[in-house]
């Protein structure tokens, strides 16, 4: 997990008159890909939109440790459920697009949904994500797949 001290300002949006108290005090948790004892610090696997310092000091991080449901099942955070569009049907929030694969005459993308873990990840066909805004910034951060063959 990854101190928010020194970070409050990405959370604070404009017109946001919340105390920097209510503020969440950690993020992640994060994937340790290098540690450096020499200089007590640690590189994170971060977001791409994050990735500008992903080297940390130790005292900037904390162990994650995650919940056991068989011990505590009240802690246990709900997913959320579908939105239901203007037609009638349900749609769960995609959070970003993790990979792409050919699949036939089209492709298929990895799809990480919005509050879900990556056990619920879902390679998706390409035609089921029209007009769909995370498939944009896929395209956008150099994505491959159907868009660019």
Not at 14 to 34: I, L, M, N
Not at 99 to 112: E, K, S, V
Not at 123 to 143: F, I, R, S
Request: net charge negative; hydrophobic share 30%; aromatic share 12%.
């Amino acid at each position: 997990m990854l101190s928010t001290f020194h970070r409050r300002r990405e959370y604070r949006q404009t017109g946001d008159k919340r105390s920097a108290k209510f503020f969440p005090q950690w993020d992640g948790p994060y994937k340790v890909t290098k540690s450096h004892p020499e200089s007590s610090s640690y590189t994170l696997d971060l977001p791409a939109d994050r990735n500008n310092f992903p080297t940390y000091y130790a005292s900037e991080l904390k162990l994650h440790v995650p919940n056991d449901a068989t011990l505590f099942p009240s802690r246990v955070h709900s997913q959320p459920g579908p939105v239901l569009t203007p037609n009638g049907l349900q749609e769960h929030k995609i959070s970003h697009i993790l990979d792409a694969r050919p699949r036939g005459r089209g492709y298929q993308f990895l799809i990480h949904w919005k509050g879900y873990g990556p056990e619920d990840d879902e390679w998706l066909p390409a035609t089921l994500l029209e007009d769909c805004e995370a498939l944009d910034q896929w395209y956008d951060a150099g994505g491959h797949g159907l868009g660019n063959a």
